[in-house]
């Protein structure tokens, strides 16, 4: 506690309100960021403090962040403070004026960071212009996080419309002792990608539960898809749904969970959730590779005519809304061919 309020006069009292260069101002702000972090896990006041700093820092030091350099540590500093549409537009009005500098490529990747997952597009343009070579080792390791993740958001996107890759089931739970994803081909299928010890995933479950009650005789089939972790979450018949269970196993190997145990624990879960659908395990590499997920739950709709009609990635209303018109979707469209080629008849 003595720690974290000393942090907290010291963050108060760091004397930011004189001039100083922009980066003078940066490297200062930054030593102050290192010394939270490293304070272990600090207090919802200190935190605050921090924050009302860094913007305290921002609009005294406005003129040597006004222009040339100062943009770009501006943009930092903005990140910082949490103002996300201030650090991109300093990030871009230092491109504009600098292009070609070193911290130019450094603006680009910090610009695609905050623009990825609203613009595309623009991201990957902003990602083609950078020569890594130019950046931090921090800003490197970035820079190949996010092109793993433009890749698989690639992969992905370009499932739609396009057959179902093949998903080789190695165990599956729940379900007669026939069944196969290959062999659910002529009905809708809803396919979960997740895991016991996910809690976003655990929080779908129960509307994957309805939905596959509220769809049964429209020829929709759920399937939950997962892969040996070596952890994982279980639950009892006292625990709390969804996130009431008790973590086992760990990621190392001494710590790992056998095959069977991850098995006794899914079983577990298909019980205690009330799973009117079946779990299928398969390969570690084929939800990255062949279906490019780079988090769980990401869920596929498939038609009838096995192929992709799209996919939600996380939970949440929206996205259970999406999932809602993807499936009815899949069933109207299908009904639609199925007129439409009797009345070719």
Known sequence: MRILTSLVLSVLTAGLAAQGSAKDVYDKITAEQKELSESGRPSRDAIQAFLENVKSAIETNADALASGEGLYYRGQLQMMARDRDGALASFKSYLEGKPTSDLAHEARMMAAQLVMREDEAYAKQLVAAIDSSKLSEQSQKALEGMQRRMKADEVRNGLTGKALPAIAAVETLNAPADFSIAGAKGKVLVLDFW???????????????????????????????????????????????PHGGKSVGGRTEDKALSHGDEITINEHFATAFELNYPIVFTEKEVAGDSFGIMGIPTVFVVGRDGKVVGHIV????????????????????????????????
């Open 195 to 241: 895991a016991t010890w996910c809690p976003p995933c655990r929080a779908i479950i129960p509307d994957l539960v309805k939905l596959q009650e509220k769809h049964k005789n429209d020829g929709v089939q759920v399937v939950g898809v997962t892969r040996y972790y070596g952890y994982g979450m279980d639950f009892d018949a006292d625990s709390k749904l």
């Open 314 to 345: 996380g939970g949440g209303e929206a996205n259970h809304e999406k999932l809602e018109k993807l499936i009815e979707g899949a069933i109207a469209g299908d009904a639609a061919d199925a007129s439409a080629k009797k009345g070719e008849r």
